[in-house]
């Protein structure tokens, strides 16, 4: 191996797990700020209850504010039904995928500790946990949790497709969550996104009907990738290039990239290019011999 080329590959390799860790970092800290405001916001503060209005407000500029500050790092998921929805259609790999949802499981977590730390006592009760309200029964707030996702994910695609724009999706995701929980907060609280409901849970310890706030949004989030990419939008992947995404083959990978669509959408940080770190092997000197290759084409 030519020493030139070596030094190449060790550079590509330190540059690539560096954008994992940003990437990373982006979904940990987009989740937490996202859970910090959308939950303060509903805690019962005696000289002024929140309204259903203030609720859906502050969660649509919670959002549009984690979306603009990741949306460039890591694809702005800060959302396992989102993550889930994405994998679903072939835009990231399992490997991940697995990443994402651990870092905005951890980050939520992060959220929501920290708004229990800095609020009083008297005010934090159940920290905003999830619970179905209004007599609504299991199935009826596992539909209408799978609804309320299935608007969301339709709507942080077509923000999100660099094939539509390439303009900041912040404002319309925002509002789409907004949309959310003017009606989903009389029916169960309004999730949406299992982190935020993971979050509080675990940080007081309340996991009654936990599963309903999995369940809805992960399903509505298949829903709505399958509906968005195989019957709204569909784009020329094949079958193999799919499985080749899936689990992070990198030869099918850079294929892939070449693909015209994927070339308009390379602001995009769903592009399949990043999930190349996140398909590593895990014999550490395989991925420097890969880098030397891929250095070398």
């Known amino acids: 191996m030519e020493p030139g080329l070596c030094s190449k590959a060790y550079l590509l390799v330190g540059g690539l797990w560096t954008a994992i860790s940003k990437a990373l970092f982006a979904e940990f800290l987009a989740t937490g700020l996202y859970v910090f405001f959308g939950v ?4 019962p503060w005696p000289v002024a209850l929140p309204s259903v209005l203030q609720i859906a407000i502050t969660f649509n500029l919670a959002t549009a504010t984690a979306v603009q500050i990741s949306w460039k790092t890591s694809g702005a ?3 396992p039904a989102v993550t889930l929805a994405y994998l679903v259609g072939s835009h990231i790999s399992l490997p991940r995928a697995m990443a994402y949802i651990a ?25 905003g946990v999830n619970v179905i309200h209004n007599s609504t029964s299991t199935g009826q707030a596992v539909a209408v949790e799978l609804v309320l996702t299935l608007q969301l994910v339709l709507c942080v695609f077509a923000s999100m497709d660099g094939r539509q ?11 789409s969550v907004a949309l959310g929980h003017l009606i989903g907060i009389y029916f169960t609280g309004c999730s949406m996104n299992p982190a935020r409901s993971f979050g509080p849970a675990v940080i007081v310890g309340k996991f009654a009907v936990h599963w309903i706030f999995w369940v809805g949004p992960l399903t509505g989030a298949v829903l709505a990738s399958l509906i968005y990419n195989f019957i709204l939008f569909p784009d020329t992947k094949t079958v193999a ?3 080749a995404i899936l689990v992070g083959t990198t030869k099918v990978e850079k294929v892939v990239d070449l693909e015209p669509q994927k070339k308009e959408s390379q602001t ?30």
Not at 268 to 295: G, H, K, V, Y
């Open 165 to 175: 724009t390439l303009a900041s999706p912040a404002a319309m995701i925002g509002t």
């Open 103 to 127: 870092a905005q499981l951890a980050g939520a977590t992060a959220g929501a500790a920290l708004l229990y730390g800095v609020t009083p006592g008297g005010v934090r009760e159940t920290l």
């Open 77 to 79: 998921h800060a959302n």
């Open 268 to 297: 995009n940080s769903e592009d399949t290019e990043a999930d190349l770190p996140f398909s590593m092997p895990p014999n550490p000197s395989t991925p420097i011999r890969l880098a030397c290759e891929i250095a070398g084409t």
């Open 40 to 43: 303060g916001s509903v805690l």
């Open 241 to 243: 290039q799919r499985l």
